[in-house]
């Protein structure tokens, strides 16, 4: 049975912090899940650590499709949310409708994540009265990297917190479920937890918040370079060379496949040949 909006909703009020995380593919999201995720988000971040693009602008709907079928098909507990890519829900409604549906249908998710705040609220509302459930996400908001001018800390001045909240209000008043706030201070990212209902899951957003999700590549340690909110609980990077090196070296040196790794017939039978 997966893990639903009342469940995660429920996790706030029990004060029991939600644990997300990325995955794209069906190996990992079968070991997250395993490992005891809540929910993953197959995050349009795939498209810089998965795919090789320069930021997530690239993204298509189709890409999108593909890995979140493939992370579905891999989970059975973990509610997983598809993330919106870039101008597939601010064209139109319509628009933002048949896309979240593809999600749903397409991708077998079971909610998705849109960015913004107050400027996405009537599509967000439209989406949810349709019966999809929608994370929002507010904050550092990569698809708008271009108009932000880079990878930066948002609401640093009260204006910008001001502005950051009234988004948060305007997401849950519009019925998303919960809100991602990406690279918000702490201390305003525990006061946004604190004004409104619905839960607000950190990334690089403090301790206070009701959960936490990361890029599951930088917790492995896929890459040399993360992000500062980033841990890297793992060097998989090195383990991974380390063990390709072993098998090139191996296969060099003629000691690789053995008799264990070998199929074998009676030598009688080739005798004719």
């Given at each position: 049975?997966?893990?639903?909006?009342?469940?995660?909703?429920?996790?706030?009020?029990?004060?029991?912090?939600?644990?997300?995380i990325t995955a794209?593919?069906?190996?990992?999201?079968?070991?997250?899940?395993?490992?005891?995720?809540?929910?993953?988000?197959?995050?349009?971040?795939?498209?810089?650590?998965?795919?090789?693009?320069?930021?997530?602008?690239?993204?298509?709907?189709?890409?999108?499709?593909h890995h979140t079928?493939?992370?579905?098909?891999?989970?059975?507990?973990?509610?997983?949310?598809?993330?919106?890519?870039?101008?597939?829900?601010?064209?139109?409604?319509?628009?933002?409708?048949?896309?979240?549906?593809?999600?749903?249908?397409?991708?077998?998710?079971?909610?998705?994540?849109?960015?913004?705040?107050?400027?996405?609220?009537?599509?967000?509302?439209?989406?949810?009265?349709?019966?999809?459930?929608?994370?929002?996400?507010?904050?550092?908001?990569?698809?708008?990297?271009?108009?932000?001018?880079?990878?930066?800390?948002?609401?640093?001045?009260?204006?910008?917190?001001?502005?950051?909240?009234?988004?948060?209000?305007?997401?849950?008043?519009?019925?998303?479920?919960?809100?991602?706030?990406?690279?918000?201070?702490?201390?305003?990212?525990?006061?946004?937890?604190?004004?409104?209902?619905?839960?607000?899951?950190?990334?690089?957003?403090?301790?206070?918040?009701?959960?936490?999700?990361?890029?599951?590549?930088?917790?492995?340690?896929?890459?040399?370079?993360?992000?500062?909110?980033?841990?890297?609980?793992?060097?998989?990077?090195?383990?991974?060379?380390?063990?390709?090196?072993?098998?090139?070296?191996?296969?060099?040196?003629?000691?690789?496949?053995?008799?264990?790794?070998?199929?074998?017939?009676?030598?009688?039978?080739?005798?004719?040949?």
């Open positions: 049975m997966r893990y639903t909006i009342a469940d995660i909703r429920e996790m706030k009020a029990r004060k029991e912090k939600i644990l997300m794209y593919d069906y190996a990992t999201a079968r070991l997250v899940e395993e490992a005891g995720m809540h929910m993953i988000l197959v995050g349009d971040s795939l498209g810089m650590v998965v795919l090789g693009y320069e930021s997530t602008i690239p993204v298509t709907m189709e890409e999108m499709i079928r493939a992370v579905t098909r891999a989970t059975k507990k973990c509610m997983v949310v598809g993330d919106m890519p870039f101008m597939t829900y601010t064209i139109s409604i319509e628009d933002a409708l048949r896309n979240a549906a593809r999600f749903i249908q397409q991708g077998g998710c079971q909610s998705v994540k849109l960015e913004g705040g107050e400027t996405v609220a009537e599509t967000v509302r439209r989406i949810v009265n349709c019966g999809i459930p929608v994370c929002g996400h507010i904050g550092l908001t990569p698809q708008s990297v271009n108009q932000m001018g880079g990878y930066k800390i948002q609401g640093k001045t009260p204006e910008a917190a001001a502005r950051l909240l009234n988004d948060a209000v305007c997401l849950e008043q519009a019925g998303a479920f919960a809100v991602v706030l990406e690279c918000v201070p702490s201390e305003l990212a525990a006061l946004i937890s604190r004004r409104i209902a619905i839960p607000t899951i950190g990334i690089g957003a403090g301790l206070d918040c009701d959960g936490q999700v990361q890029v599951v590549s930088d917790v492995l340690g896929f890459y040399e370079l993360a992000p500062k909110h980033a841990k890297k609980y793992a060097d998989l990077a090195g383990v991974i060379k380390k063990a390709v090196a072993d098998y090139a070296a191996e296969v060099r040196a003629g000691t690789f496949p053995t008799a264990k790794q070998s199929y074998s017939m009676d030598a009688r039978l080739l005798e004719g040949l």
